[in-house]
């Protein structure tokens, strides 16, 4: 329908403009034209890509903990809420088991709580991935649990001078024990409004579903299911996310890897991408983004958001060239949060513009296209419309919605009025797609009559973000007050 009507516009474009580029009743300034009773506005003329969008939900997410209780939050003050890095809204939490189940039953939960309630006061919100084996970690698994009778074996890792505990991912008491957890875990954090999302982390080497530093040994589908189940028992709330190593570091070609990604469809759950710029892919052959299995996402990204996480920064150096191959994988998974592994400060200061580059093309990104509506709306009348059209220039859709407003401003005395454009549907809008919208716009009777600016604003009205308007991608002059953009002028009678 949107091709249509922009077939439409195109050949009413001939009738409207003259030779000089403009058409009776046009106000050049304004990008405006007016044609049988019907107002157009250009809004491509005011699109600023260079504008820095801070929206929610997509853009980058800091390691604060990663895999230990070391890296990365540990050289920043406490008042420290990284200001300046641009759309910065997650902050992810990876560590292991037994660090918050030192005891069986016994919970430290405020080793998380004091870093989760001063960046959710800060206005982030928190990821989890609580992982079962680590490399540099005698016991990701707490000890009790082995000593509970859970069935696994120690790993010598020569190259990194430790020997590290591996349970036996289908073991019932393992199981048991890890369910009892979660349960836990749930009850205290999957209701929480500021809850991004949780990995599901009980399977391989820091929690990516791989056995490299455990003998390469493939989790038989049914154990892989087993555990999707038991997150799918425990959290009821939260959005759930896998990492593609639970498919494709699978040393037999057995057709569990498709049957494990297909049950993960089924289930609901997202993917991530641990892969970004990691060398060793490279050498595999795998091309300058490293993502190994691209075409997983093509079918996740468009009900499921995507998580894609750069290697470890100074580890990947020789593979950085200013984050080029990283912004390939972005395209190639549609991912709509980006983690980048390293210090935040020294990382910034070494890739500022690529930081702001990659928070916009993250996830949505949205753009304002066109609007037609009468030239004159009548108050009381349910015959007022307006058409917006709108182009997602982000690599994936949003996965939640956010409510269109439209604001009349009295250009004589200032009173306004705001209705909620319920026809629109920010979920539908896809990358790469130009969408069309035709809104019912019916302003109340006490708008004193007269000339009137017209804007729109986009907030995501969600108990977290509750009046968090959405930054479009327009140019800062066509931002009358924070959040509203100026469409041009109409006549209300």
């Known amino acids: 329908m949107s091709r249509i009507f922009y077939l439409l516009i195109f050949a009413l474009g001939f009738e409207i403009y003259n030779s000089s580029g403009q058409a009776p009743g046009t106000n050049p300034e304004e990008g405006r034209g007016t044609y049988k009773n019907r107002t157009f506005f250009n809004l491509e003329r005011y699109w600023d890509s260079t504008r820095v969008c801070n929206n929610p939900h997509k853009g980058w997410c800091f390691h604060y903990y990663d895999n230990g209780i070391k890296e990365y939050g540990n050289r920043m003050a406490t008042d420290d809420s990284l200001p300046g890095f641009p759309v910065l809204n997650d902050i992810y939490l990876r560590l292991a088991w037994s660090y918050l189940e030192p005891e069986e039953g016994v919970y430290n939960w405020l080793l998380i709580d004091s870093i989760i309630n001063r960046w959710v006061a800060w206005g982030h919100t928190i990821s989890f991935r609580i992982t079962c084996k680590e490399t540099e970690i005698v016991y990701a698994t707490p000890e009790w649990v082995r000593k509970a009778g859970a069935k696994g074996k120690f790993i010598e890792h020569p190259d990194l001078d430790i020997r590290a505990w591996s349970p036996d991912y289908g073991d019932s008491v393992f199981l048991d024990k890890l369910e009892n957890f979660h349960k836990a875990f749930a009850l205290r954090y999957d209701s929480k409004p500021w809850v991004e999302y949780i990995d599901?982390?009980?399977?391989?080497?820091?929690?990516?579903?791989?056995?490299?530093?455990?003998?390469?040994?493939?989790?038989?589908?049914?154990?892989?299911k087993k555990h999707i189940d038991l997150y799918k028992r425990c959290y009821k709330k939260s959005v759930l996310i896998i990492s593609d190593d639970f498919i494709g570091q699978r040393d037999t070609d057995d057709g569990a890897d498709y049957e494990i990604y297909r049950y993960s469809l089924a289930q609901?759950?997202?993917?991530?991408?641990?892969?970004g710029n990691v060398p060793w892919y490279k050498t595999l052959g795998f091309g300058?983004?490293?993502?190994?299995?691209?075409?997983?996402?093509?079918?996740?990204?468009r009900k499921i958001p995507v998580v894609l996480e750069s290697g470890h920064y100074r580890e990947v150096q020789e593979m950085w060239k200013s984050g080029s191959g990283l912004e390939k994988a972005l395209y190639e998974t549609h991912a709509s949060v980006?983690?980048?592994?390293?210090?935040?400060?020294?990382?910034?200061?070494?890739?500022?513009?690529?930081?702001?580059?990659?928070?916009?093309?993250?996830?949505?990104?949205?753009?304002?296209?066109?609007?037609?509506?009468?030239?004159?709306?009548?108050?009381?009348?349910?015959?007022?419309?307006?058409?917006?059209?709108?182009?997602?220039?982000?690599?994936a859709p949003a996965?939640?919605?956010?409510?269109?407003?439209?604001?009349?401003?009295?250009?004589?005395?200032?009173?306004?009025?705001?209705?909620?454009?319920?026809?629109?549907?920010?979920?539908?809008?896809?990358?790469?797609?130009?969408?069309?919208?035709?809104?019912?716009?019916?302003?109340?009777?006490?708008?004193?009559?007269?000339?009137?600016?017209i804007l729109i604003g986009m907030r995501d009205d969600c108990e977290f973000h509750k009046n968090r308007f959405i930054e479009l991608a327009v140019k800062k002059e066509r931002e009358t007050e924070p959040g509203w953009y100026k469409l041009g002028e109409i006549m209300v009678k």
């Not at 990104?365 to 009468?374: E, G, I, L, S, T």
Request: glycine residues 8%; negative net charge.
């Open 268 to 275: 609901g759950l997202g993917f991530r991408d641990d892969s």
């Open 338 to 395: 980006i983690g980048f592994h390293h210090y935040p400060h020294e990382w910034l200061n070494e890739n500022y513009q690529l930081a702001c580059r990659l928070a916009n093309l993250s996830g949505y990104w949205y753009f304002p296209k066109f609007a037609m509506m009468p030239d004159t709306i009548r108050t009381g009348s349910d015959k007022n419309y307006i058409r917006i059209t709108w182009e997602n220039h982000g690599v």
């Open 399 to 453: 996965y939640h919605k956010y409510n269109l407003y439209m604001k009349f401003v009295n250009k004589s005395n200032g009173k306004s009025f705001i209705q909620q454009l319920t026809e629109s549907d920010n979920l539908t809008w896809q990358p790469n797609e130009i969408v069309a919208e035709q809104c019912a716009v019916y302003p109340g009777s006490d708008l004193i009559k007269g000339r009137c600016d």
């Open 200 to 224: 599901i982390g009980s399977i391989g080497e820091w929690g990516e579903g791989h056995t490299a530093y455990s003998g390469w040994n493939d989790v038989p589908a049914e154990v892989v």
């Open 288 to 301: 300058p983004s490293c993502i190994r299995s691209p075409e997983l996402y093509s079918t996740v990204y």
